[in-house]
């Protein structure tokens, strides 16, 4: 979810470097969050769909400055992934974690909780004109995805650390990326690599986005074939508020219920204060059979940094065919 990152800061000026900046930023939410008894087993969660409130606070620093040669350097941490002031209902880690930077001619490295180069290529359908949700409920379906392999060493947890370098020169962008093998698992011994590639036009005032990519998961001991996905995206933004997108990604996954392929389209619109997002997706398995779902998310601009927001999944697994997962969230979101 978009957080506008402008508070406080503070300006300090030595000797020896160039003036550096750091800022602090903060987003709260609050509302209601109600998920009936197949989501709730689908997700883990203990709740058997009975309506909760929701609150989450995220605080973060942001930190940059610059050398006496002219590059740029920074580093941001969330302070939410502490968990003194994580959502208790669902403490996500794709709110942020800690993340450096350096800048330069030669582009930008960047180390941490960070985007591979797939991801960071390709345009998800469920992030086209989205206002968001307070507990991204439409992002949140069977049919999304969102990451690809990005903290995934061949179907064990990773730890999401990932080191990419990218470059954008006009309208054209270009990554490689990293992931080490989570040493701490003796199972995975190789790393992950993923490459991306963007392009940028302007046509009649609609702005047209491509990204294609590729990526590996990290090896896995005593598996023949490592997980890969090659994703393309398309996406436009039009004058008149209307924004449209799609994605696709072809899959080689290890074992019966990996994906095969993913699908997802997604449809914006903004006009005042008011934002609306529908997105679908499918995920097809190696064994035929497939996961889908859609979100709805909508949003009311009450000015000064206050959003009330909306937002509903549905979707349905190939392990529970028939079995709709549903889940809802009103609530405000408050930036600073």
């Keep these: 979810m978009k957080k506008i990152l402008i508070a406080s800061t503070a300006l300090i000026s030595t000797a020896g470097f160039a003036a550096a ?58 302070l939410d992934e502490g968990g003194a002031i ?19 001619g030669f582009g930008t490295v960047t180390m941490g909780d960070t985007d ?24 949140e379906h069977a049919g999304y995805v969102g990451a690809y392999l990005d903290g995934n060493n061949n179907g064990s947890n990773g730890d999401g650390q990932i ?27 190789g790393i992950g690599y993923a490459v991306g590639f963007k392009y940028s036009m302007n046509v009649s005032g609609t702005t047209v986005n491509f990204g294609l990519g590729h990526q590996k998961a990290a090896d896995n001991v005593g598996v023949a074939d490592d997980i890969k996905a090659t994703g ?19 899959w080689s996954s290890v074992g019966a219920t990996g994906p095969d392929s993913n699908m997802g389209i997604g449809l914006g619109y903004t006009t005042g204060a008011i934002s609306m997002h529908v997105n679908y997706g499918e995920v097809e398995l ?11 998310a909508a949003a009311y601009d009450l000015g000064g940094g206050a959003v009330v927001h909306f937002g509903y999944g549905q979707g349905e697994t190939a392990a529970a065919p028939g079995v709709k997962q549903k889940s809802a969230s009103l609530g405000l979101g408050l930036s600073f």
Excluded: C, H
């Design 21 to 78: 900046e750091v800022a602090l930023s903060g987003r709260a939410e609050m509302g209601i969050f109600q998920y009936n008894a197949a989501y709730g087993a689908a997700k883990g969660l203990a709740n058997n769909g009975d309506p909760q409130f929701f609150t989450d606070i995220d605080v973060t620093f942001t930190m940059s400055g610059e050398t006496d040669n002219g590059l740029t350097f920074g580093a941001s941490v969330d």
């Design 86 to 104: 994580s959502n208790a209902t669902q403490n996500n880690s794709d709110d942020g974690g800690a993340t450096i930077f350096i800048s330069g």
């Design 116 to 139: 591979g180069a797939l991801d960071w290529a390709l345009t998800d359908a469920g992030n086209v004109g989205n206002p968001g949700s307070i507990a991204d409920d439409e992002t």
């Design 163 to 189: 080191l990419r370098w990218d470059y954008t020169s006009g309208a054209f962008g270009v990554a490689v990326s990293l992931e080490d093998d989570n040493g701490s698992n003796v199972a995975n011994t």
């Design 232 to 250: 393309v995206s398309v996406d436009a933004t039009f004058a008149n508020g209307l924004s449209a997108g799609i994605q696709y990604a072809d």
């Design 286 to 296: 190696n064994n035929g059979t497939k996961n889908d779902g859609f979100g709805i």
